[in-house]
């Protein structure tokens, strides 16, 4: 089975710039979540799709993230414009039943300069 | 106060040895618990959920106090591979929220 992945692993940015992540999830996993690690800090949740429906996007920072996932399948967080602060590790996860058997990916690693 | 505190280590044992990592929780009516390991620069992998009875797997074994609010893993038997960073995981209660909060983790090295 292949496992959740995520694309680009490293992104590079001027501030001021825009960039879009994206992940694809376990084929058949209704659940997909983004979660980023901030230098020095824990990881933190971001939001929760079910299916194309975003279930809980209270982790969300700012309206300069926007995430999206049409059709239910894959999944884009797009941050514009990007800050010195938004630099972290930004990772997807999904599961079949929520708040079960939670599967990450390898993360993409944001460096905004 | 943090919602999930840790020690954040590092734990430096010899192989062989036992280890026990405590963390501590702020959410009373939390419902789950787990802890991850990660690798350096990976992400993070389920290790084992965590129990009200307390559970074991292998050399590992997860107990929960939920007056004390308190998490705990002991690893007995240490291996090299063992090295990683244990991360503390809950999920707090509420309708709708599948939301995972993470402690920052505690660091193991074991050494030969």
């Known amino acids: 089975e292949a496992g959740v992945t995520q694309f680009p692993s490293h992104s590079v940015i001027e501030k001021g710039q825009t960039v879009t992540l994206r992940c694809d999830p376990i084929?058949?996993?209704?659940?997909l979540y983004w979660y980023r690690r901030v230098m020095g800090k824990e990881i933190k949740f971001l939001l929760h799709?079910?299916?194309?429906?975003?279930?809980?996007e209270s982790g969300m920072p700012n309206n300069r993230f926007l995430a999206e996932r049409t059709g239910g399948t894959y999944s884009t967080l797009k941050v514009q414009p990007a800050e010195l602060e938004d630099s972290g590790v930004y990772f997807c996860?999904?599961?079949?039943?929520?708040?079960?058997?939670?599967?990450f990916g390898s993360g993409t690693r944001l460096t905004v300069v | 106060r943090k919602e999930v505190e840790q020690d954040p280590g590092p734990f430096n044992v010899p192989e062989g040895a036992t280890v026990a990592f405590n963390c501590t929780y702020s959410n009373s009516a939390s419902q789950s618990f787990f802890w991850y390991r990660q690798d350096c620069r990976k992400e993070p992998k389920l290790l084992m959920s965590?129990?009200?009875s307390g559970n074991e797997d292998g050399r590992f074994t997860a107990q929960l106090n939920r007056a004390s609010q308190y998490i705990s893993l002991l690893i007995r038997d240490s291996k090299l591979s063992d090295s990683a960073t244990y991360l503390c995981v809950v999920n707090p209660s509420g309708a709708g929220s599948y939301q995972l909060t993470f402690g920052k983790g505690t660091k193991l090295s074991v050494i030969p």
């Open positions: 799709f079910v299916k194309e429906s975003k279930q809980d």
């Open positions: 996860a999904s599961s079949l039943l929520a708040n079960y058997g939670y599967t």
């Open positions: 084929s058949g996993h209704d659940n």
């Open positions: 965590v129990y009200s």
